[in-house]
């Protein structure tokens, strides 16, 4: 399990290993080290062919960045330590390591000013890779001159970057910055942090790889961390070979209305090629010829009116759904007051799985006190960054600054279950964390929420867990788009690629 956490929690698990495995922070500093090291000569040796220029901080940070100037040397390769700070260093552990350093004869370069930097310059010259130990995960806020001006000479010496943890400069809880240090690659100690995928984050750094230094698993589950789903933590529903399609689950989908009829279509084909037994299509009367003609194997129903009062006929429409395994509302439905009253019906009255996506939030938002109904167990809401700005109530820029403290203050206030969709999508209850990379500007298409909570309400209906489902079923679709990009460029992906394509061994 590859797990993501914030600066505090990583804090609080350096501390929990000192204090109850007797492992002081010293050898913490020294396993992180040798780890990097290790992994750098085995796995990057391009990287290795001159001069290791290794940028230390005065934190831990740096100390870590001593520790593999030191195995470095003593591997022998040629290593030079840049120090742009005058104070003494922060830590007893930093400093020691930077006198072990001395000691073993690898030259340090200390920069205790701007007007010193040409000093750097020539180090910069004289080598042919820069490793990046200047902040750790503690730094926030903006660099100091001295700092971002170092930073601005070795983005332009185009040499190869390898930071340490996270890039200099980043937040590690936001992926927010003034200036930061973009690196080719980022090794991430232990476990990556927020800050690499949340915000810019993801901007600043090419490939990332992660070394263990010895924190049991145990401590990271207690802690209740974030996991990073991947291609070996992913999970799909169980099949039997022997059952039939009613042991599949049966979906039953409210959606479309005039001139929104492809929304409804493609979550239908999406619920169908995610393995659903059944699908049914609820839609508005007057759409009849259009889904017999775009739907070839979901089933499709007009939902019955009240000649009175031209609504939604719910008694009718609610025997309509007693046998559903997992429901999906949403899709080009409309904001009106027929719309309205087929949310309101569903949420009062259904209790199997109910997925809200795109005008049922809408609907939602419009009237919030609908909003209560949130806190029910069977229900899942899948925003995008706009309409969870629309729920709740928080600007777009303050969402994209400080993701998850806009999410968690929305979930804790009403106990939900959200999978949040942005190039980083996040999964979150009151319990749960989960979070997918995975995808590229192709799923940035009118439709592509469509299919994905057609996926979703296939999983749920499959029996999967809520998180399972959700997250499963991004990473589903994120891998898709990444496989169609290797044969077109991915601004050309259209949802109905991403449908064709679902589940295909071969590309």
């Known amino acids: 399990m590859t797990y993501v ?55 831990n940070n740096g100390g870590d960045g001593a520790v593999i100037a030191r195995w470095l040397a003593e591997y022998g390769y040629k290593v030079c330590i840049l120090m742009p700070f005058t104070d003494p260093p922060a830590t007893s552990e930093a400093k020691n390591n930077f006198a072990l350093c001395k000691r073993a004869g690898v ?50 010496s185009d040499l190869p970057v390898v930071a340490i943890d996270i890039p200099s400069g980043l937040d590690a809880d936001t992926g927010t910055c003034f200036e930061a240090l973009k690196c080719d690659l980022c090794i991430s100690i232990e476990a990556h942090k927020l800050g690499l995928f949340l915000g810019v984050g993801r901007y600043f750094w090419d490939r990332l790889a992660l070394v263990k230094i010895g924190i049991p698993t145990d401590f990271f589950k207690e802690e209740l961390c974030a996991e990073l789903i991947t291609e070996s933590n992913c999970l799909y529903p169980c099949r039997n070979p022997l059952a039939h399609k009613g042991d599949f689950g049966r979906v039953e989908i409210i959606a479309g209305s005039p001139g929104y009829t492809g929304a409804a279509v493609m979550a239908c084909q999406a619920a169908l090629r995610a393995g659903a037994g059944y699908v049914f299509l609820h839609h508005r009367p007057g759409l009849e010829k259009i889904f017999e003609i775009k739907l070839t194997e979901a089933m499709s129903f007009a939902i019955p009116t009240d000649s009175i009062s031209n609504l939604p006929d719910t008694e009718a429409f609610l025997t309509r759904l007693n046998k559903a395994s997992a429901i999906l509302i949403g899709p080009g439905l409309g904001t009106d007051a027929y719309a309205l009253k087929l949310l309101e019906t569903v949420l009062k009255k259904c209790k199997t799985w109910l997925v809200l996506d795109a005008d049922a939030l809408n609907l939602m938002a419009k009237n919030p006190k609908l909003m209560t109904h949130l806190s029910k167990e069977n229900i899942l809401i899948t925003p995008h960054i706009g309409e969870f700005s629309r729920l709740s109530g928080c600007n777009t820029q303050t969402i994209l600054v400080d993701t998850l403290s806009c999410l968690q203050s929305f979930i804790k206030k009403y106990g939900c279950r959200v999978l949040l969709k942005s190039s980083t999508s996040i999964y979150a209850d009151e319990n749960c964390m989960k979070i997918n990379i995975s995808g590229n500007d192709g799923l940035a298409t009118g439709g592509s929420g469509d299919v994905l909570s057609g996926i979703i309400t296939s999983f749920l209906a499959q029996e999967m867990e809520v998180s399972e489902a959700a997250i499963s079923a991004s990473y589903l679709m994120g891998r898709t788009a990444e496989q169609l990009a290797r044969t077109r460029k991915a601004f050309s992906i259209l949802p109905t690629d991403i449908l064709d394509s679902l589940f295909k061994e071969e590309f």
């Open 5 to 59: 956490v914030s600066s505090r929690q990583m804090k609080k698990l350096d501390q929990k290993t000192i204090r109850e495995c007797a492992m002081p922070s010293s050898l913490l500093m020294e396993n992180a080290g040798r780890a990097c090291t290790e992994l750098l000569i085995n796995e990057y040796p391009a990287y290795l062919t001159g001069q290791i220029l290794v940028c230390c901080g005065p934190g």
């Open 107 to 156: 030259p340090i370069i200390k920069i205790g000013s701007v007007s010193s930097l040409p000093r750097a310059q020539e180090a910069i010259k004289e080598s042919s890779l820069i490793i990046d130990a200047l902040f750790g995960i503690g730094f926030h806020g903006e660099p100091k001159r001295l700092y971002s001006d170092l930073f601005r000479m070795i983005a332009v």
